[in-house]
């Protein structure tokens, strides 16, 4: 299974929006490379739910529970979307800041392509992050 990083402000969908409503449609996504990664997902991989804005921080886990298919209300006709399920919380925020400090996951598109919604995550990076410590 592939391991993914969704964004989203937290003002228009928040974790505490997504943990209400348990499975959602990840959609608004208009960049093309971000496209080109959600046409890539898979039933059952994993993401980090992350909140950009003010906090930029990694919250919670969610699980894509559907095959990509078409967002009906995008301008763009080949604009896609994907379900998502709400896994868990993380135990405490793994902030951007605790993320670039990190010589190991300097590599991320989170960070070299950082205006990406969508971005992949390697297991092994998956993995660090779910272990940093708190700040």
């Not at 969704?6 to 496209?35: G, I, Y």
């Not at 995008?74 to 919380?89: F, G, L, P, S, Y």
């Not at 070299?112 to 390697?122: A, E, G, T």
Request: charged share 20%; aromatic share 8%.
């Amino acid at each position: 299974m592939q391991k993914w990083l969704l964004k989203t402000e937290p003002s228009c969908w928040s974790w505490d929006d997504q943990m209400k409503h348990n499975v959602t449609h990840w959609d608004d996504v208009r960049n093309f490379q971000a496209q080109k990664f959600m046409r890539s997902m898979l039933i059952g991989d994993e993401a980090f739910f992350y909140h950009t804005g003010k906090e930029k921080c990694i919250v919670g886990i969610v699980r894509i529970v559907s095959s990509p298919y078409p967002d009906k209300e995008a301008k763009n006709e080949n604009q896609i979307m994907v379900d998502i399920q709400t896994q868990r919380t993380l135990p405490h925020p793994v902030t951007l800041a605790t993320i670039k400090s990190h010589p190991q996951l300097q590599h991320l598109a989170l960070i070299k392509q950082s205006r990406l919604s969508v971005v992949p995550i390697d297991d092994q990076s998956w993995n660090l992050i779910l272990n940093l410590p708190a700040l």
